[in-house]
T-cell receptor
Framework: LAKTTQPISMDSYEGQEVNITCSHN???????ITWYQQFPSQGPRFIIQ???TKVTNEVASLFIPADRKSSTLSLPRVSLSDTAVYYC?????????????FGTGTLLAVQP | DSGVTQTPKHLITATGQRVTLRCSPR?????VYWYQQSLDQGLQFLIH???????AKGNILERFSAQQFPDLHSELNLSSLELGDSALYFC?????????????FGEGSWLTVV
């Protein structure tokens, strides 16, 4: 089981770039890395997913080093509405026998 | 909208009662996952079903059970309810050619036990 470790909380200001790192030392070969955003009382929302190197979409970038033992979610120019809990999730999805265990998440607080 | 539908959205019931939460996965998704999130707590994995079969169990209480039906919808049954069972229960799905390796969450069912 790939356990994940993230900082409990981070502070930022509007317009800044935010990087949240997740450690997953015992990631398996068939595991993907996925990041989610969760607002209070809402379901986690998919942000980005990757397997190795760098992935970019319209809202974020995901950096994964060659050894895949960590990953970094990069949020460019955050706004107040980006204040939320961010989770990284590591696992082999689909039909595989797996328990997709979430870590504690990182509470990002964006200030004006 | 993730495409995962959960009903009911809110439910208030008394201790000792039994409730059923329902989940309709994204079209074509074969896997369904259930999670529990208590107030100000993280997401606790309960159980995973794939195409009708149980694939993995987390910290699911013996009072709780789940199943996935031939049409791929899933139900989570919670019985002998206690105050501590009050939580948000999320369903997530994955595994279709569209969803692939990403799990998508529903908006949850709020259970309040009084």
């Amino acid at each position: 089981l790939a356990k994940t470790t993230q900082p409990i909380s981070m502070d930022s200001y509007e317009g800044q770039e935010v990087n949240i790192t997740c450690s997953h030392n015992n990631i398996a070969t068939n595991d993907y890395i996925t990041w989610y955003q969760q607002f209070p009382s809402q379901g986690p929302r998919f942000i980005i997913q990757g397997y190795k190197t760098k992935v970019t979409n319209e809202v974020a970038s995901l950096f994964i080093p060659a050894d895949r033992k960590s990953s970094t979610l990069s949020l460019p120019r955050v706004s107040l509405s980006d204040t939320a809990v961010y989770y990284c999730l590591v696992g082999g999805y689909g039909g595989a026998t797996n328990k997709l265990i979430f870590g504690t998440g990182t509470l990002l607080a964006v200030q004006p | 909208d993730s495409g995962v539908t959960q009903t009911p959205k809110h439910l208030i019931t008394a201790t000792g009662q039994r409730v059923t939460l329902r989940c309709s996965p994204r079209s074509g998704d074969l896997s369904v996952y259930w999670y529990q999130q208590s107030l100000d707590q993280g997401l606790q994995f309960l159980i995973h079903y794939y195409n009708g079969e149980e694939r993995a169990k987390g910290n699911i209480l013996e009072r709780f059970s789940a199943q996935q039906f031939p049409d791929l919808h899933s139900e989570l049954n919670l019985s002998s309810l206690e105050l501590g069972d009050s939580a948000l229960y999320f369903c997530a799905s994955s595994g279709s050619t569209v969803s692939g390796n990403t799990i998508y969450f529903g908006e949850g069912s709020w259970l309040t036990v009084v």
